[in-house]
């Protein structure tokens, strides 16, 4: 049975994604500190003792395979761009945690590191961090690989796009060309009832909705339409999903309109809104949080049957090139 850590685990993208494609895995533990997250993530795996909230500082035990999505609010360019450097003690910062948590393994460490996290890490005020991150990890003898991907090529109708890092200790350089990628579905195939609480009202988004708003911060709400714009921890705010055309106006996406286009199923949604069902007339903050907050289901999807099922699509250029 396959052994996983989930640091900064969220909702558990990565195990679902698992369990999705039939692989039999242990989650030798999953490290998350937002209690919420946890009771989500605890009623989805309900047939297993429950998970405590903790924080990944000081945390130790041995996986086959380790995956952490460190926070990436200092990273992002919606947020402050603090940046992560060592010692400043920003949420992002708690990703060289990872690299101490694989230091203290000694001669014992995970075969495969995946990391996820903003596009914007790459940028030319981040690169230092990323590049620390990829040199302290070749330090420990891993062989590093990253790429830019898109939830758009891996059938999800939402434009999110994000950094995967892989890192093989046995020398591999993983190759992202051949992973399986599957059209984008028809955005109508994820829609929802909605309710009243998800008609925009507020002046403020309907203005940044039709253009006339004079915010200099990203002001614009797009209007959806074959595609929805990266999902985020709220929806009554500008830069968000992006919001959808009804007769009574515009309305928000609903909390489970956004689970579904993150790649989890309704069962999995269900299952944490019983934990979570909000008040009534109101949108659900913590659902909406933690959709945000997690990384698509259908690239880990993508990545495992890689690594484990060994299943991947040949590439015409590689064919051309031998002949």
Not at 138 to 144: P, R
Not at 275 to 298: C, D, F, M, R, W
Request: charged share 25%; aromatic share 10%; glycine share 8%.
């Amino acid at each position: 049975m396959l052994k996983i850590l989930e640091l900064f685990g969220g909702i558990g993208s990565p195990r679902i994604a698992l369990r999705n494609i039939g692989i039999p895995v242990k989650s030798i533990d999953y490290v998350e500190i937002d209690l919420k997250a946890v009771k989500s993530y605890n009623a989805m795996f309900a047939k297993e003792l429950p998970y405590k909230t903790q924080s990944v500082v000081g945390w130790d035990l041995k996986p086959d395979i380790l995956i952490h999505g460190s926070p990436c609010q200092d990273f992002s360019i919606a947020g402050l761009q603090k940046g992560a450097d060592p010692g400043t003690e920003t949420r992002s910062s708690l990703m060289w945690e990872t690299i101490r948590i694989i230091q203290q393994m000694g001669a014992w460490k995970p075969r495969i590191v995946i990391w996820e996290n903003v596009k914007n890490v790459l940028s030319k005020h981040m690169i230092h961090n990323f590049n620390g991150y990829l040199r302290k990890m070749e330090k420990l003898g891993y062989a590093n690989s990253f790429e830019v991907l898109d939830s758009r090529e891996f059938g999800l109708p939402q434009a999110r796009e994000r950094v995967f890092t892989i890192s093989c200790l046995d020398g591999t350089h993983f190759d992202f060309t051949d992973l399986i990628r599957t059209p984008m579905r028809d955005i109508k195939e994820f829609m929802s009832d909605y309710r009243e609480e998800h008609i925009v009202t507020q002046p403020s988004m309907l203005s940044l909705i039709d253009g006339t708003s004079k915010s200099t911060f990203n002001g614009r709400v797009e209007v959806i339409k074959d595609y929805c714009t990266t999902i985020t921890t709220k929806q009554m705010r500008s830069p968000n999903s992006g919001v959808i055309e009804v007769p009574e106006g515009y309305r928000y996406l609903t909390e489970l309109e956004c689970w579904r286009l993150q790649g989890y199923a309704d069962a999995d949604y269900y299952n944490a809104l019983s934990v979570h069902p909000g008040q009534e007339g109101k949108l659900n903050g913590a659902l909406y949080k933690q959709a945000g907050n997690s990384i698509p289901v259908t690239i880990f999807e993508s990545i495992f049957r890689k690594i484990l099922l060994g299943e991947v699509v040949e590439i015409h250029e590689k064919q051309l090139s031998v002949i």
